[in-house]
């Protein structure tokens, strides 16, 4: 054990002073950040707060229309030249439609509507109803404006026109206790998606680390002087304890970088994020949240001693090893989120439970079904057994393939080998 700790501590050390855990942990959030924002400003930049439909007015309605309309992303704005000519200036882009209200609008409750010619590859890319239809909000209004009329004809007052035109209101109330299970519910699905992603971001971000630490040790001749005095077990454990630690460094720095740039930064862009973190803070799930730290734990090593046997049976070649590191990170883990659907509606379905007890998959998986429901408490300790168990065992596989793997070199250990290395 105390071999182990030394190792930990000269890896933690030696990678944290690296370069390559410098970039990927200080300026690439600044980096994405940075193109967020950038997207973000353009985006609002380029965005119209309304949308102007050409009106010709047939009936006079053009005021109570513009009246219905707001609220919404429209409005109308009436126009005394022919159609053709507002059709021109509709293709032209000065206008988003055109809307033809008859002077015999009121009788046939008909009225014509041109919507803004598009190219073909906007039609392409947003092939829905509203490139061929009218807007809905402006449908809406004529048929409230219609009714209106109708009633109006029909004697009511605009008093009754008006209660009428309301149309029934429901009342929705729910206990307290409920809205407070609803509450925390969200919160604590929320936090499992967060802890989730952050599990595969830092288990990519290890993943070179690992693999390049692994492969430094295989080309290194002096390693081979070292494991005269330390056991294969305690080398390979302590990298990945050290390697470990480093990535738990990294994601509280994240963490603490994006409560501080949310906090901060919130209130300029009108987000009350004082007031939103003192709403959630009394519905958080401690007890659900201590567990899925548990899982993120023993999750990042199982994952991580996995990238550290796979890197140990490679050749000199980081493409091979970094192909199936990745294939080993991102399949597995990320099933959870591929089911998230199923997890939703059936937490306790037969499937997701073996799932559940798959350990490359029991982090995430468990995680999301303990978010969404309730799980019995027996299944919780079983996989958390099964992981540890996994944890341990793929630590004493990567020690074992290690020790003879860093005698071969040009090549990559066959399935047959590493089955005799295995039973070493």
């Known amino acids: 054990m105390r071999q182990t700790l030394e190792m930990a501590h000269w890896e933690f050390w030696q990678n944290l002073k690296n370069k390559l855990f410098i970039v990927v942990t200080f300026i690439s959030p600044l980096i994405m950040l940075g193109i967020v924002g950038i997207v973000f400003l353009v985006q609002s930049a380029s965005q119209r707060n309304e949308l102007t439909i050409a009106l010709i007015d047939g009936v006079g309605i053009n005021k109570e229309l513009n009246s219905r309309l707001s609220g919404s992303f429209y409005r109308v704005q009436v126009v005394s030249e022919p159609e053709t000519m507002i059709v021109q200036k509709l293709q032209k882009g000065e206008f988003d439609g055109l809307l033809?209200?008859?002077s015999t609008f009121f009788e046939t409750m008909?009225?014509?509507?041109?919507?803004?010619?598009?190219s073909?590859?906007?039609?392409?890319?947003?092939?829905?109803?509203?490139?061929?239809?009218?807007?809905?909000s402006i449908t809406d209004a004529l048929s409230q404006i219609t009714l209106a009329h109708g009633l109006q004809n029909a004697g009511l007052t605009s008093q009754e026109i008006a209660r009428l035109a309301a149309g029934v209101q429901i009342d929705v109330s729910s206990s307290s206790g409920a809205l407070q299970e609803q509450a925390s519910s969200g919160i604590t699905l929320?936090?499992?998606?967060?802890i989730i992603i952050l599990l595969q971001m830092i288990t990519a971000n290890s993943q070179t680390l690992i693999l390049t630490s692994v492969m430094r040790e295989k080309r290194n001749r002096v390693v081979e002087i070292l494991l005269s005095s330390i056991s294969a077990n305690a080398l390979m454990s302590g990298k990945i304890l050290g390697l470990g630690a480093l990535a738990f460094l990294q994601a509280l720095i994240w963490a603490s970088v994006g409560l501080i740039v949310i906090f901060i930064g919130g209130?300029?862009?009108?987000?009350?994020?004082?007031?939103?973190?003192?709403?959630i803070v009394p519905f958080l799930a401690w007890d659900k949240i201590l567990l899925y730290l548990i899982y993120f734990v023993m999750g990042y090593f199982l994952l991580a001693a996995m990238c550290a046997a796979v890197s140990a049976t490679t050749s000199d070649d980081p493409a091979s090893a970094s192909q199936l590191n990745m294939a080993l990170i991102f399949l597995p883990p990320i099933l959870p989120l591929l089911l998230f659907t199923l997890v939703l509606e059936k937490p306790d379905h037969i499937a997701l439970k073996l799932i559940s007890f798959f350990p490359p998959a029991t982090p995430g998986m468990m995680i999301l079904r303990t978010a969404v429901g309730?799980?019995?408490?027996?299944?919780i300790s079983l996989s958390l057994l099964l992981l540890a168990v996994s944890t341990w065992g793929m630590l004493r596989l990567a020690g074992k393939i290690f020790r003879i793997g860093i005698l071969i070199y040009g090549k990559s250990a066959s399935l047959r080998e590493l089955w005799r290395w295995a039973r070493s």
């Open 120 to 136: 073909f590859f906007q039609s392409a890319i947003k092939s829905d109803a509203s490139l061929i239809a009218a807007p809905r």
């Open 110 to 118: 008909r009225a014509r509507y041109i919507p803004k010619s598009r």
């Open 374 to 379: 309730s799980v019995s408490w027996w299944e």
């Open 267 to 279: 209130p300029f862009v009108g987000l009350p994020t004082g007031v939103i973190g003192a709403a």
């Open 190 to 194: 929320a936090i499992a998606f967060v």
């Open 100 to 102: 033809i209200l008859e």
